[in-house]
């Protein structure tokens, strides 16, 4: 850890150009990408990637200058962002951070607990700093970036203090300069947190899906009926499963819990429909009609 | 029922501005209201609403002319459009039916079995289109309505051979005024489509609610970190109670039957999450995906 006025001298420095590596030129990297050199924070932006059909997307849309390996990427940049799925990044983030010396490493995954664990007790721990920028869609692939991605949304940084005051100071600059506001929170929080706000949406969505496939096996007809209620609950059905699988695994319980309570939720409305209980039914509905509170 | 070269005749006439009756100048009656004075299709719009309240905002938004009682409204309509809470509709259509002589008679209704059955065997059944335009939102009342509301929407005829060929003539013609596509339908079939794309999410939107609403009152700040996705599942929560309880009434049955379905569902990611059966994990979501074929 360096100290707070080694820091701020940082600080002052910061918003002259860095060289960028990002790693997964998807929807989250490649947006990113665009927003760092639309607003100047970038002079090269390097690129690693598995996919070549993604690299070559990426290069073509001018996502980043070249690709290179890992290893070398690393080398010849300031900043490095992991924006490949949470089991990768839970592999590659000791490897990573083996191989740092200045470096800023920040990744983009929608866990956290995992994460800082992997790399709990290693002698650079402090030039990692764990984020989740709380935006997505459910598109994927460097065809899915977007520049005004993380406009006004909220990012999450994880035990921050566990990373260096400079590369903390780094991170909040560059997310405060793509226009989003800083949440600062335990890792373990942020983890139970995200299962309520965010991974219970997409299994309820996921399964709506099933739900209705397995009807339009009969009848395609149903769907000329869909309307604008239902592609709401059903559009994360679409996320990508290779970036979901590990999101579920890496926060099972909490997850586990709030589909428990989900479920139950769903049984109260099930047993007003058996039992003919429309006073109940209603009240559930009014009770739930209590979510305006929070959003708009 | 009149004949086919009489409707014909009407629809050469039914360009010319029709007196309208709005019973229910709410989010569908008030959309309606101002689409219909936009094209040019009412001449005077009469409104009916027990809600005074509503009353008095529907007038200053100029959605309709003037309030009348239900009778004196008929009494002075080419045209009667019902656009209250289902469960209100099949009270009141065999009334209304009762009181028509040429108007034609419409209905908004969510359900379609149980209003088409409310007038089965009435003398003026000839007179009364059901029809169930797919659009809405989770707003309600008169400033909720939006002059845009039906565009490119689906709306749903049932049952249009036991309607006057006039009758369904100009709800079609209407309909497609405000640019609608028209699909005709069995009531029952309806009603069983309609609970798998529009009820059921509902039913899902206001138990994801409930479940995080649960977690509320333990940590205020889960609601901070809520994104797009959180609150695409969760907006239809927002709806209101008064129009949903009698919906989920009178389409009981299907519903519980996709309830059901929608459960067992959410039990596979479930038993993947208990299991760590992280390939039919995967394969349950890359299942979803195929929603994509449906919704862009």
């Known amino acids: 850890m360096i100290g707070l006025d080694l820091a701020h001298e940082y600080i002052d420095s910061v918003m002259t150009k860095k060289n960028f590596a990002i790693v997964g030129v998807g929807l989250m ?35 980043v200058d070249e690709f290179m390996s890992l290893e070398d990427a690393i080398k010849v940049s300031d900043v490095v962002i992991l924006a490949v799925p949470v089991g990768i990044i839970a592999a590659m983030l000791p490897v990573v951070i083996d191989h740092v010396t200045h470096q800023v490493v920040i990744d983009m995954g929608s866990t956290k607990s995992a994460l800082v664990k992997s790399v709990e007790f290693h002698p650079n721990r402090g030039r990692y700093v764990a984020s989740h920028p709380m935006w997505g869609t459910e598109y994927s692939g460097p065809e899915a970036a977007v520049e005004s991605a993380f406009q006004d949304k909220a990012v999450i940084l994880c035990n921050a203090a566990d990373s260096d005051a400079d590369a903390v100071a780094f991170a909040k600059l560059m997310f ?18 995200a299962a309520y706000v965010s991974h219970i949406s997409h299994i309820t969505s996921f399964a709506l899906a099933n739900t209705v496939l397995e009807k339009e096996n009969e009848d395609r007809a149903i769907f000329e009926m869909a ?15 290779e970036m979901w699988t590990p999101i579920l695994m890496q926060n099972r319980e909490n997850v586990l819990d709030v589909l428990n309570e989900h479920i139950s939720q769903l049984r109260k409305f099930k047993s007003c429909l058996e039992k003919e209980n429309w006073e109940y039914l209603n009240e559930l509905m009014s009770k739930a009609n209590q979510i305006k509170r929070i959003i708009q």
Chains 1, 2 share one sequence.
């Open 227 to 241: 309307s604008a209620g239902f592609e709401s609950t059903v559009r994360l059905a679409k996320s990508n499963p």
């Open 176 to 193: 405060e300069a793509l226009s989003m506001h800083i949440i600062e929170m335990d890792a373990q929080d942020h983890d139970l947190h």
């Open 29 to 63: 990297g490649g947006s990113l990408a665009l927003k760092c050199r639309k607003l100047g924070l970038a002079d090269r932006i390097v690129g690693v990637d598995s996919n070549p059909v993604h690299a070559t997307t990426a290069i073509e849309m001018g996502l």
